[in-house]
């Protein structure tokens, strides 16, 4: 078992649909949690950073994480074209300090 | 202000060859990290320098080695390349070492290299 899994899509949603990505972990030493957008040719771009379990928001986007269920998620609201793009989920081991990332998610969103 | 940037952006090597990446990073920043990004994977940590010391290293071989000059800029080496090694190659700048707590990374665009 991987220590971090994520489905890699692609996951397809018309404009205007709320977006849900999700990430499960198998260690218990995760306690930062991260999302990032990578572009096509371009470099992974941080979007959410939570520590703790429970909900973050910051403008169209919300991440959730359960430390309990060890599943975190990230919802896109109100999605655009431009949110097209892959979303990494990333978390940081207090045991070692690295990150590692999940292998992300394509999202394309329909016009 | 600039980003962190990374040289070459694309470039194609034969196996066995050796290849040296170049990275600068966000003024002020004084730690790089190198990560491989092989193609529909994340990025897998190989190297993060601090004050031009290394402060850890992921599960990679020998053959790939880094240094952090005076000037915070970096170099990532690879020698006797092989086909597996095609990928993009992120470098990631942040103010301090570590990656816990507030200590976040800003990753450049990347050098694809392609093994032939």
């Known amino acids: 078992q991987k220590e971090v899994e994520q489905d890699p899509g692609p996951l397809s949603v018309p404009e205007g649909a709320i977006v849900s990505l999700n990430c499960t972990y198998s260690n218990s030493a995760f306690q930062y949690f991260m999302w990032y957008r990578q572009y096509s040719r371009k470099g992974p771009e941080l979007l959410m950073y939570t520590y703790s379990s429970g909900n973050k928001e910051d403008g169209r986007f919300t991440a959730q994480v359960d430390k309990s269920s060890k599943y975190i998620s990230l919802f896109i609201r109100d999605s655009q074209p431009s949110d097209s793009a892959t979303y990494l989920c990333a978390m940081i081991s207090v045991e070692d300090d690295k990150i590692i990332f999940g292998k992300g998610t394509r999202l394309h969103i329909l016009p | 202000d600039a980003g962190v940037t990374q040289s070459p952006t694309h470039l194609i090597k034969t196996r066995g060859q050796h290849v040296t990446l170049r990275c600068s990073p966000i003024s002020g920043h004084k730690s790089v990290s190198w990560y491989q990004q092989v193609l529909g994977q994340g990025p897998q940590f190989i190297f993060q320098?601090?004050?031009?010391?290394?402060?850890g290293r992921g599960n990679f071989p020998d053959r790939f080695s880094a240094r952090q000059f005076p000037n915070y800029s970096s170099e990532l080496n690879v020698n006797a390349l092989l086909l597996g090694d095609s990928a993009l190659y992120l470098c990631?700048?942040?103010?301090?070492?570590?990656?816990?707590?507030?200590?976040?990374?800003?990753f450049g665009a990347g050098s694809r290299l392609t093994v032939l």
């Open positions: 320098y601090y004050e031009k010391e290394e402060r």
């Open positions: 990631a700048s942040s103010l301090a070492g570590g990656n816990s707590g507030a200590n976040v990374l800003t």
